[in-house]
C-alpha cells in the first residue's frame, strides 16, 4: 500500500495564508418559527398589562406582517423606529438580525423606559431610545434606515408631509424608509380600525388615515423610489406596507 507523503505543517499553513480571507460560511435558512421565540422573549420582559399589550400588538402585526418588514429593513447599521412605544418591534427587529443598532424614539417618557428595559432584557445592547417628538427631536448623524410603524395616522395633517421630509433628511444615500399604516379601503375595514384606535387615543387625539395611493404619492414627490403591498389578515385591519428607498 502506498504510503502518502505528509506536507510539512509550514508550507500548509504558506498556502493557507496565500489563499487571502475566505469568504464566511452564510447558512441559509428560512427560519420560519425564529420569530415566535423572539416574541415570547419580548412578552416575558414586560409587565403584566404590557404583556397583554404586547400579545394583543403581534397578534395584529403577525409574522407574516413582521417578515415582510423584516425583510425590506436593512440587516445592519442605524436604524430609526419612529414611534416605538414600548420597544417592542426594536427588540423584534434587534434580535432577527442583531447587527442592527435601533434608535427608537417616542414622545411618551414612561414606554421609552420600558423600551430600554424590554431591550436589554432581551440581550440588545446597541439599541437605544430617546424621549421626544419624532418632528423636532435633536437626531445625530444619518441612518441605513427607518420605520413607523402604525405612527402616521396619529401625526396631524399638516405635519405629517414634514415629518415624512425630516425622516428622508435623515437617511443615507439609498437608505429605505418602511412605513406600515393602515389605509382607506375596504371602508369596513378602516372603520374597524378606527373604533379600536379611538378606543385606545381616546376623542381628542387627531386620527388622519390616507389611502395608500395618497402615501405613494406623497413619498415621491419627496424623491422616494416607491413600492407597496396590501397584507391581508383574518381581521378586517387594511393594512400596507409601504417601502420607500431614498435615491
Ligand atoms: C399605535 S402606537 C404604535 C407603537 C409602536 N410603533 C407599535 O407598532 O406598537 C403609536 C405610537 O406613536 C407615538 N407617537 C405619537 N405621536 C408621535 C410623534 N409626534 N413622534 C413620535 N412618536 C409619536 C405614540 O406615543 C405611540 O407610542
Redesign the pocket.
Known amino acids: 500500500m502506498p504510503v502518502t507523503e505528509r506536507e510539512p505543517v509550514s508550507s500548509r499553513l504558506m498556502r493557507a495564508l496565500s489563499r487571502g480571507p475566505q469568504p464566511s460560511a452564510q447558512r441559509f435558512e428560512a427560519p420560519e418559527i425564529y420569530g415566535r421565540e423572539a416574541i415570547s422573549r419580548i412578552a416575558r420582559a414586560l409587565p403584566p398589562v404590557e404583556r397583554l ?1 404586547a400579545n394583543v ?1 403581534f397578534s395584529i ?1 403577525r409574522p407574516k406582517l413582521l417578515s415582510v418588514m423584516d425583510l425590506l429593513l436593512p440587516d445592519e447599521g442605524r436604524i430609526l ?6 420597544g ?2 426594536a427588540a423584534y427587529f434587534g434580535q432577527t438580525q442583531p447587527e442592527r443598532r435601533i434608535v427608537g ?4 417618557a414612561r ?1 421609552i423606559a420600558m423600551a430600554e428595559r424590554v431591550s436589554e432584557a432581551v440581550g440588545l445592547v446597541g439599541n437605544t431610545f430617546l424621549a ?4 423636532d ?1 435633536p437626531l445625530q448623524g444619518t441612518f441605513e434606515g427607518a420605520y ?4 402616521m395616522h ?2 396631524p395633517e399638516e ?1 405629517q408631509l414634514p ?1 415624512l421630509t425630516r425622516l428622508r433628511d435623515l437617511l443615507a444615500p439609498r437608505g429605505v424608509l418602511v412605513v ?1 399604516d393602515i389605509t382607506t379601503v375596504p371602508a369596513f375595514g378602516l372603520e374597524f380600525t378606527r373604533l379600536l ?1 379611538r378606543v ?2 381616546g376623542w381628542d387625539e387627531p386620527l388622519r388615515y390616507r389611502h395608500h395611493r395618497e402615501w405613494g404619492e406623497m413619498l415621491a414627490s419627496l424623491g422616494f423610489h416607491v413600492r407597496m403591498v396590501r397584507v391581508p389578515d383574518v381581521l378586517p385591519y387594511p393594512h400596507v406596507v409601504i417601502a420607500a428607498t431614498k435615491r
Not at 81 to 86: E, K, L
Not at 105 to 108: A, G, I, L, R, T
Open positions: 399589550y400588538r402585526l423606529d419612529i414611534g416605538c412605544g414600548f417592542l418591534f424614539v417616542d414622545p411618551n414606554r421626544g417628538d419624532a418632528r427631536v413607523v410603524l402604525d405612527v396619529h401625526i405635519d415629518m406600515k384606535d385606545m387615543v
